[in-house]
């Protein structure tokens, strides 16, 4: 089945610098990539997506990145805030394993004021 | 407005007593999935539900089961819950199968006494 690796599992910053996270998988036949930011108690929610026929996505301070060669993707924050301080998870969807999201492990972000 | 809603959002039941969690959707979604997340780590597939289509994950217990009665409503029942099965469980919905955003609840909070 897929497998993800998600690094770092911790990441801190401080306010205004970037973050960046970055994910691996291992079915070169997955297709979408949606990353998921988790506060502590509530649901994950979707922050960003990318397909695989895409090779960067940008939405105001976040963009993903997909590298499908090298089967690797990257989420990127800039000028972060307080309140990005969250659990980030990427996920992969796709390939032997359709419709089943598999995460990683996430990435507790913390961004100090 | 919630558009994926579980109840109870904290549910407490005793070793060994059947409980069930409800979770509803008013974004008429074909796929409902259920997910189990315990403390630090990612959430993971229990089952899904394609329309009436029911698909088990092959590591899901035995104690764990679902009902779909109608497009809009999902169960999990847990026949006899350990103290193992302690833990956030999230519903959440997406239009297909295939590289579809999945949209989470808010989860319940199970505690088992």
């Known amino acids: 089945g897929e497998n993800v690796e998600q690094h770092p599992s911790t990441l801190s910053v401080q306010e205004g610098d970037s973050a960046v996270i970055k994910c691996t998988y291992s079915d070169s036949a997955s297709n979408y990539f949606p990353w998921y930011k988790q506060e502590l108690g509530k649901r994950p929610q979707l922050i960003i997506d990318?397909?695989?026929?895409?090779g960067e996505k940008k939405d105001q301070r976040i963009a993903v990145t997909l590298n499908k060669t090298a089967k690797h993707f990257s989420l990127h924050i800039t000028e972060t805030q307080p309140e990005d301080s969250a659990v980030y998870f990427c996920a992969v969807v796709g390939g032997t394993s359709y419709g089943k999201l598999t995460f990683g492990q996430g990435t507790i972000l913390t961004v100090h004021p | 407005d919630a558009m994926v809603i579980q109840n109870p959002r904290y549910q407490v039941t005793q070793f060994g007593k059947p409980v069930t969690l409800s979770c509803s959707q008013t974004l008429n979604h074909n796929v409902m999935y259920w997910y189990q997340q315990k403390s630090s780590q990612a959430p993971k597939l229990l089952f899904h539900?394609?329309?009436?289509?029911?698909?088990n994950e092959a590591d899901t217990p035995d104690n764990f089961q679902s009902r779909r009665p109608n497009t809009s409503f999902c169960f999990l029942d847990i026949r006899s819950p350990g103290l193992g099965d302690a833990a956030m469980y999230l519903c959440?919905?997406?239009?297909?199968?295939?590289?579809?955003?999945?949209?989470f609840g808010d989860g319940t909070r199970l505690s088992i006494l």
């Open positions: 539900y394609y329309d009436k289509d029911f698909n």
């Open positions: 959440a919905t997406s239009r297909g199968i295939s590289n579809q955003p999945q949209h």
């Open positions: 990318i397909r695989s026929n895409v």
